[in-house]
């Protein structure tokens, strides 16, 4: 029962994060022309590239736009990231495309102030992704990408992922647009990160401490580098693997699913706050 209340809880926090993300983008950002980054600033460049050649009738398509983008990242990245995390994604991204579509979007900024507006904007969207990562899930687009590059490669991570998509989006911006307005969407971007950072502490450094009898857990299964070896149980007298591994606290529920889906019975401790002083440890923001 409590299990069941822990999701439905984390449902209702994925479903109010996305809401407010896109209550900030929709009533205090797009009004004045500006744009966010990661997979949401991808889908409101091609909805206005598609804008010239399709008359939407003055909907608000982006957020259909930032669905069917995140459909191939999702199907792409179903074997490489946890199922748990995929699943809250999914709905997050949902969540956020059917929000960006029924919010209105005011004809006229209800924030005299440019600077104001990006502000409010930053704050309030920041907390609602920060309430998403909290969740154990993100808004999809680049996190998704950032995620499975971990996976796949030795030196990727999210915010490496995330910087180079910036760079493209706000490059694109720099083509199309004044300066001025690539100018404020920079500043959004900070104002935005710096929020979402302080609602989500993905920094702190988790350690892991794994006891179970069975094969399976290692680097290739986590993309974590593993410690192990072997105890005896002072009662039973039997063995017993011992695992630990330091992983940031936003990988610790993706990373405690893995390991009971391989052993359901496997007994693990998380310590926070940990520090690492050595070694080939990477922060994966």
């Known amino acids: 029962m409590e299990k069941i209340k822990s999701r439905w809880a984390k449902l209702a926090v994925i479903i109010a994060g996305s809401f407010l993300y896109t209550f900030g983008m929709n009533y205090f950002l797009i009004p004045y022309g500006l744009y966010s980054g990661g997979g949401v600033g ?14 939407f009738g003055g909907k608000n398509v982006y957020g259909i736009v930032y669905f069917l983008i995140n459909i191939p990242l999702l199907v792409l990245a179903w074997k490489g990231i946890g199922k748990g995390f995929l699943v809250k994604t999914l709905i997050g991204s949902v969540a956020i495309s059917i929000f960006a579509s029924i919010i209105p979007i005011p004809a006229t900024p209800i924030v005299d102030s440019v600077v104001a507006s990006v502000l409010i904007a930053g704050i ?38 995330s910087l180079y998509v910036n760079v493209v989006v706000y490059a694109s911006l720099l083509l199309m647009f004044d300066i001025e307005i690539v100018i404020y969407s920079l500043i959004y971007m900070v104002f935005f990160t710096l929020m979402m950072d302080r609602v989500h502490y993905q920094n702190i450094t988790v350690r892991l401490m794994i006891f179970t009898k069975q094969e399976g857990i290692d680097q290739k299964q986590t993309g974590r580098g593993v410690t192990e070896w072997t105890g005896v149980g002072a009662y039973t007298k039997e063995e017993t693997k011992i695992m630990i591994c330091c992983i940031n606290k936003f990988e610790t529920a993706e990373f405690v699913e893995i390991i009971h889906s391989i052993d359901p019975k496997a007994f693990v401790i998380a310590d926070e706050g940990v520090s690492v002083m050595s070694g080939n440890f990477e922060k994966r923001l």
């Open 42 to 55: 991808i889908a409101q460049v091609l909805t206005y590239l598609l804008g010239k050649i399709i008359d």
């Open 124 to 161: 309030i969207t920041g907390f609602g992704v920060g309430l998403l990562l909290v969740a154990g899930g993100s808004g999809g687009g680049v996190d998704v990408i950032g995620m499975w590059a971990a996976r796949k490669f030795k030196n990727a991570s999210v915010g490496k992922i």
